[in-house]
């Protein structure tokens, strides 16, 4: 399946034009950008290695990889708009887990630009499993609305990464599985029927 992901492509071009206003370096350095990429994706696999796992946050996580790495293809591509676009598969879960680890590994250790292409196709891969597009779509809105909010007060460390000053909380709540109602009034009408019939 081909996707076109030119808004998300547009909301970090926005996102990178405020930063490079008042950034130091006017820039994010290669350097900051692999530590970024990196530090998104240790986050994103302590997420989906949990027991107890919350797919509010995997998904976060997820935004943040697309975010970051999508920020390095327009830092380094910046005249490639065939970037819009990609194909998702929906291989399976372990196949698209592999693909995002092994290639930051590689563009981690190389920096080479070229690895930044199937991180991101096997993160948008892994989501159209977890969640399907649409809501990664959803949840994607509402990540960049977070990321933009912190625009408003930023500063940076010494690195020239942003610091989180006051903004608003990505609130991706509508990813939460819904109760079974069925089935709850089923267990309901069950207890009552054995209350009945211990008292007759």
């Keep these: 399946m081909r996707i ?18 008042t950034h130091p370096e006017k820039t994010f350095s290669i350097g900051l950008r692999k530590n970024l990429i990196a530090e998104e994706i240790k986050e994103w696999e302590q997420e989906i290695f949990k027991d107890k ?37 929906v291989i399976t879960e372990n196949d698209a ?30 989501v159209t499993y977890k969640i399907g597009f649409e809501n990664f779509c959803t949840a994607w809105d509402i990540v960049h609305s977070s990321n933009m909010s912190k625009l408003e007060n930023k500063s940076f460390d010494e690195n020239g990464k942003v610091q989180k000053g006051d903004y608003t909380v990505a609130d991706l709540s509508f990813l939460k599985p819904k109760p079974k109602r069925k089935a709850k009034k089923l267990i309901e009408a069950d207890k009552t029927e054995n209350n009945e019939t211990a008292t007759n």
């Excluded at 076109?4 to 206003?21: G, H, R, T």
Aim: charged share 20%.
């Design 4 to 21: 076109y992901i030119k808004d998300m492509y547009s909301d970090v071009q926005k996102f990178n034009l405020e930063i490079e206003k």
């Design 97 to 126: 887990i592999a693909k995002v680890l092994d290639n930051a590994k590689r563009f981690n250790s190389t920096t080479d630009k070229m690895f930044l292409f199937p991180i991101l196709n096997g993160i948008l891969n892994y």
């Design 53 to 89: 796992k919350s797919i509010e946050a995997i998904v976060k996580e997820s935004c943040d990889i697309v975010y970051v790495v999508l920020g390095g293809v327009i830092q380094m591509f910046p005249y490639n708009m065939a970037t819009v676009a990609t194909d998702v598969n």
